[in-house]
């Protein structure tokens, strides 16, 4: 069992910046960070595979960094030039394939996630 926990959530103005992190009990092959805004299907927005590679939904891309700390076993996501869009639930996710890649059924464990809100 991998049990994870996000922290970093806040409300931010337009154009800031804020850093979620996801602590993990255990190593696993690939984590990401989903999020869900209200209304709307959870989606990834950026994946860490232990070979090294990260993969950002286009919508992120140049503004979401993903990072991955082995030693604490923690990610973390700096997002820059946040976006009223970006206003959603962020939750962490965990997997033992390197090949989860998108899809939220290959990814065993979840966080309870952290609110991440941008005022305009």
């Known amino acids: 069992q991998v049990q994870l926990a996000e922290s970093g959530g806040g409300t931010v103005q337009t154009g800031g910046s804020l850093t979620l992190s996801c602590a993990g009990s255990?190593?696993?092959?690939?984590m990401a960070w989903f999020r869900q805004a209200p209304g709307n299907g959870r989606e990834e927005v950026a994946s860490f595979v232990t070979t090294g590679r990260k993969t950002y939904a286009e919508s992120v891309k140049g503004r979401f960094s993903i990072s991955h700390d082995n030693a604490e076993k923690t990610l973390h996501l700096k997002i820059n030039d946040l976006k009223p869009e970006d206003t959603a639930m962020y939750y962490c996710?965990?997997?033992?394939?390197?090949?989860?890649?998108?899809?939220?059924?290959?990814?065993?464990?979840w966080g309870q996630g952290t609110q991440v809100t941008v005022s305009s």
């Open positions: 255990a190593y696993t092959r690939t």
């Open positions: 996710a965990a997997s033992h394939s390197c090949f989860a890649g998108t899809d939220r059924a290959a990814y065993k464990w």
